[in-house]
């Protein structure tokens, strides 16, 4: 008893450990989002629907595009010495997370350049012609089509993996220190997306069949956030510690009331309603879905900050 008492007044809580700002937060959220956003596209593409005119497929690569740069741009933000930013990408370190990150982040671009010519926007034609020949001849290859899918949600899935991976590997924090942070933000960054499809998709079998996968994701989260909290009780006292942070702590409120009840059950509930044809769907749902998986980041990132042990502990 009085080792453990003793492990947890090491455990320290301390404010001023908050080092990171809005930066990274945003960043892992947008690269979750557009993880999700590869993911659904590649699945449309898969399933053969860029036959469609109304398709999410072809302008989904445009907006994963625009958002990765911006999440990049976050990153670079939170660099200290951002003139050497291009040092990560002079070598490759396979026990580095950030290595790893790096290099995934650069790949990434390509293969959404390629999603894009499927079916290349406007202001693209009209300055390069010849895009619209390459985007006829790729379209009428549906096997190669089929493979840009596929590899698309590969991509995607290696892209929402490496933003929980990222944390997960600091065993120095020990809320972050879980096997199963990266499937809470895999999944965390499919429901954000599949809100956000689900709000702006021009056909509506996929208005319909988003809603019923973002309720799929929903209820998966919900069970993904009780497992990783059960791992971290059933932990050293140091997890209990970090654990508790959100469930009773300083995070509680913004858990529970922002990430758990607005961002997950909410809109889960008026969801089921529209998919069941109770209710007409409404960008509401989706809203809270995405604001909830933002700031889910949020307290993840702060609350881990909080949690970490001090050196006398290892003396």
Known sequence: MNELTNTRNNLMIDPSMNVWGWEIPVYLFLGGFVAGMMIISGYFLFKGRNKETNCSCF???????????AGMFTLFLDLEHKLYFWRLYTTFKIASPMSWGAWILIL??????????LRPPGFLLKKIQRLNSISEKMN?????VKNIGVISMLAGAVLGIYTGVLLSSLGARPLWNTSILWVLFLVSGLSSAAAFVHMIAKDVYERELLAKADNGFLTLEIFVIILMITGLLTSSEAHIQAAELILSGPFAASFWVFVVTVGIIIPLFIQLLAVNHKIKHTPIAPIMVIAGGLILRFVIVSAGQYSHWSHEFFK
């Open 59 to 69: 302008y989904l690569p445009l907006i994963s595009f625009v958002l990765l740069s």
């Open 108 to 117: 990434i671009y390509p293969i959404l350049f390629v999603n894009i010519l």
């Open 140 to 144: 009428a290859h549906p096997y190669l």
